[in-house]
């Protein structure tokens, strides 16, 4: 099937297990299951799983079902959201088109809603997966959402705002961290679950690294380019809070070269992969082009 198709197979068997593997709303305590799913099924890009899918079926028939791990990232991923959203963080109003969880509830229920799917990506991972490659799945996703990968990014992140001397080092730590760090992963738990080889696992990591890298530029140059209605999301916001972005160090230019640059690492890294990597490279030449 043509990589569209392709794409839309992978987001739809997402929607139809976050719906299957989450806990209904109407369980007890129904507000936070309903504030749960209200930020996990408001759609997105949900390009987390469908790497983890696609990635997974690189290799053999896959010895497990990705799809729980896949639910899982996806978890993690809305959870920080869910609190970069918080007014103690970014304070946004808007995110996939519709009001933050905080506007739609409440900034207490917000909070505790990010820390239940926290906290449930990994009772999937403990339910859905024996021990191997459970152990590593729950290890991989772990460190990626630890305080040296995605929070560690995001910590950065909050003390590079406004801050007049940021360097690229320091912007290259929060890019390859808040989103390259699950971009990673997400291949990674993919290819757990296919019984991939360390040398597998070293390539998806490089291939993810790039991607995740590529991602974040065309974040950066997006948000001062697109306008809300397009992104889904409040445009402006970085400038705004003055974070350090490659647009702010670079110009829009500079940015653009870079996620060129990426992008061609992204898919020279494809070659070290086996079997057939023709989605992954036309998803990469997807990401540089895309407006939202």
Request: proline share 4%; hydrophobic share 45%.
């Amino acid at each position: 099937m043509d990589f569209s198709t392709q794409f839309n197979y992978y987001v739809a068997r997402t929607e139809k297990a976050l719906d299957q593997l989450l806990p209904p709303a109407a369980t007890r305590p129904a507000r936070i299951h309903d504030a749960m799913r209200y930020s996990l099924q408001a759609g997105g890009k949900r390009l987390r799983p469908v790497l983890v899918q696609s990635a997974a079926a690189l290799f053999r028939a896959p010895l497990h079902d990705p799809l729980p791990a896949a639910v899982a990232i996806e978890c993690v991923h809305t959870y920080s959201l869910i609190h970069d959203d918080l007014p103690c963080m970014d304070n946004d109003d808007l995110r996939r088109g519709r009001p933050t969880a905080h506007k739609q509830f409440d900034e207490a229920t917000a909070l505790l809603a990010g820390d239940a799917l926290l906290t449930y990506a990994f009772e999937l991972l403990t339910h859905h997966y024996p021990a191997d490659p459970g152990f590593a799945l729950v290890r991989e996703l772990a460190d990626a959402a630890g305080s040296r990968r995605l929070i560690g990014g995001q910590m950065e992140d909050l003390l590079a705002e406004k801050k007049s001397d940021a360097t690229a080092d320091e912007l290259e730590f929060i890019h390859l961290n808040k989103t390259a760090a699950m971009i990673e992963a997400s291949l990674v738990l993919g290819g757990l679950t296919s019984g991939a080889t360390e040398s597998d696992l070293a390539a998806l990591r490089v291939f993810g690294r790039e991607l995740g890298l590529t991602f974040q530029i065309v974040d950066d140059i997006l948000d001062a380019t697109a306008d809300s209605a397009t992104l889904g999301k409040t445009a402006g916001k970085d400038a705004q809070a003055g974070k350090t972005t490659f647009v702010r160090l670079h110009g829009l230019e500079g940015a653009r070269r870079f996620a060129r640059e990426h992008t061609a690492r992204a898919l020279a890294s494809l070659t070290k992969l086996p079997g057939d990597t023709a989605f992954l490279r036309q998803l990469v030449e997807t990401m540089l082009v895309r407006n939202h």
